[in-house]
């Protein structure tokens, strides 16, 4: 790091630039997100960028990775506060308000995943591909909830039930509401 940055600037920086992303993310989708721009909102050099993150590829995939773990975070919180299947709903419906506040955790446009994911270096793909397992292994890794299905179809129900948030702008209905009802439905079939 240049001698120009304190320890303090350095972190604000880099707290900045992953929050620009995260938001330009969201808004615009990858492609559309240059580097150039989220210098210019953060207020550094593009050279300067490169000091915090090798390219624009290990950037997103922090923020990625940093969106995921903040997720499972809090839903271990809500899961352990409440330590049975309405718990795991509960945890649930948080996680579909996260999706929906940052959609690029469904990307929207699958283009943009596939550029993401080809420009992506072994080690960030892996690390990317760990961080996706953890989500995946949320609620099965939970010793107080007993599936009554096979695990794969545990996680491939979720996973499809939190990937309607696609269909969200064809509902005739409120979609935070019909993901509520599916996610207390569903949780009885799903959990003893």
């Known amino acids: 790091m240049p001698k120009g940055f304190s320890e303090q600037e350095k972190e604000r920086i880099k707290e900045s630039l992953l929050d620009v992303c995260r938001r330009s993310w969201s808004r615009f989708g990858y492609k559309k997100t240059s580097v150039d721009e989220l210098c210019a909102q953060t207020g550094i050099s593009k050279g300067a960028f490169y000091l915090f993150f090798e390219s624009k590829e290990a950037l997103f995939c922090d923020v990625l990775c940093t969106v995921q773990d903040e997720i499972c975070s809090k839903a271990l919180v809500i899961m352990e506060e409440q330590k049975d299947k309405y718990g795991a709903a509960r945890a649930l419906k948080m996680i579909y308000r996260e ?40 609620f099965e890794d ?3 909830l007993k599936l009554k299905v096979p695990r794969d179809m545990a996680a491939s129900v979720i996973y499809s039930l939190l990937m309607n948030i696609r269909n969200k702008d064809v509902l005739p209905w409120n979609h935070m509401e019909i993901f509520d009802f599916m996610a207390d439905h569903l949780i009885d079939s799903l959990y003893e």
């Open 142 to 144: 939970q010793p107080y």
């Open 99 to 138: 999706y929906y506040e940052n959609n690029f955790l469904y990307f929207g446009s699958g283009t943009d995943l596939t550029v993401l994911l080809n420009r992506l270096s072994e080690e960030q793909a892996k690390r990317l591909e760990e961080s996706q397992n953890k989500s995946r292994r949320l």
